[in-house]
């Protein structure tokens, strides 16, 4: 287990860590939540919007409403953290639950944006000879 010194340990807003330190990793954090809202947004949108062909509406609207109560779940954790109600451990938990919404927001915009293989042999699909 790698040594983490009493600032990187301490709480996010707790009046052990230094004051520069403390305004520097909220920077980050803030940076890193818009851009991980951002995705979740997008991914929400193109959900409900691109419908058509391979994906029903009923199955999107069920992929955004899971990821949205994820997104919830994450929220609260973060809201319990700022605050100091959980162990500064749980950090590393946060930024894996983060990295892992924005990988699961990569993977339904593949899934809706890229159009599926054509199957059949047709003039369009068949590479030229």
Known sequence: MP??????????LSSSSAPAMRSKIRVVHIILTLFILVAVVTTVI???VFHT??????????FATTLCLIVLSQGVMLY????GELDPKFRYYL????SSTLLICIAG???????????????TCSPPP
Do not use: D
């Open 80 to 83: 319990w953290y700022f605050r």
């Open 95 to 98: 930024y894996f639950a983060a």
């Open 53 to 62: 062909g391979r994906n029903s509406l009923v199955a999107n609207a069920f």
């Open 109 to 123: 915009n593949l899934f809706f944006h890229i159009p599926p293989a054509c199957t059949q042999a047709c003039p």
């Open 3 to 12: 040594q983490t010194s009493t600032a990187e340990s301490a709480a996010l």
């Open 46 to 48: 193109s959900a409900i």
